[in-house]
T-cell receptor, first 111, second 118 residues
């Protein structure tokens, strides 16, 4: 059970911002939100993670709501190479450090 | 970021044979590595957690005698699919973690191995 909810698919025009939502309404106080993506037939790639504050790195921005029940991954200028399945994952770091992948969102960037 | 390699990238074998897949962390030491399996159009499913120098921990429903995992060093874990059958055909992916980083959930994934059993 991934315990996060994401839309099955989304389209985004090339050059525009892609905003990928994730619902994690039952998240615990010690759980981080991690985002990974998987381009077809490749291993997943780490994108970003956060706990409470918004985060930004060279790949994306992560906006977490104040109540932490949902978050949005933002790719500021989507390119065709950003077409992938994006996974939002809750992670507490306790025990065995496992990641549980849900079904993710298939993002298609359209020329 | 850290790099994880897998070898081979593709393998085709006959039913009943065994196949070994290697997972290496190239520029960092990984005390913990994970093995996942992914069927077409499905998400990744964790098969086992591999800790250096100890026995792997298998997820429910994964046969430990069929999927042998060895984590003999801090940079190498191997998965051996024994007596492979066509239903074992899948995309096998390993990852390595550095749990002491902030958050601890950043895993570095290999490129995957496509196994086809005829």
């Amino acid at each position: 059970d991934a315990k996060t909810t994401q839309p099955t698919s989304m389209d985004c025009a090339e050059g525009r911002a892609a905003n990928l939502p994730c619902n994690h309404s039952t998240i615990s106080g010690n759980e981080y939100v991690y985002w990974y993506r998987q381009i077809h037939s490749q291993g997943p790639q780490y994108i970003i993670h956060g706990l409470k504050n918004n985060e930004t790195n060279e790949m994306a921005s992560l906006i977490i709501t104040e109540d932490r029940k949902s978050s949005t991954l933002i790719l500021p200028h989507a390119t065709l190479r950003d077409t992938a399945v994006y996974y939002c994952i809750r992670y507490s770091g306790a025990g065995s450090y496992q990641l549980t992948f849900g079904k993710g969102t298939k993002l298609s960037v359209i020329p | 970021g850290a790099v994880v390699s897998q070898h081979p990238s593709r393998v085709i074998c006959k039913s009943g044979t065994s196949v070994k897949i290697e997972c290496r962390s190239l520029d960092f030491q990984a005390t913990t590595m994970f093995w996942y399996r992914q069927f077409p159009k499905k998400s990744l499913m964790l098969m086992a957690t591999s800790n250096e120098g100890s026995k792997a921990t298998y997820e429910q429903g994964v046969e430990k005698d069929k999927f042998l995992i060895n984590h003999a060093s801090l940079t190498l874990s191997t998965l051996t699919v024994t007596s492979a059958h066509p239903e074992d055909s899948s995309f096998y992916i390993c990852s390595a973690s550095q749990p002491f980083l902030a958050g601890g959930g950043e895993q570095f994934f290999g490129p995957g191995t496509r196994l086809t059993v005829l």
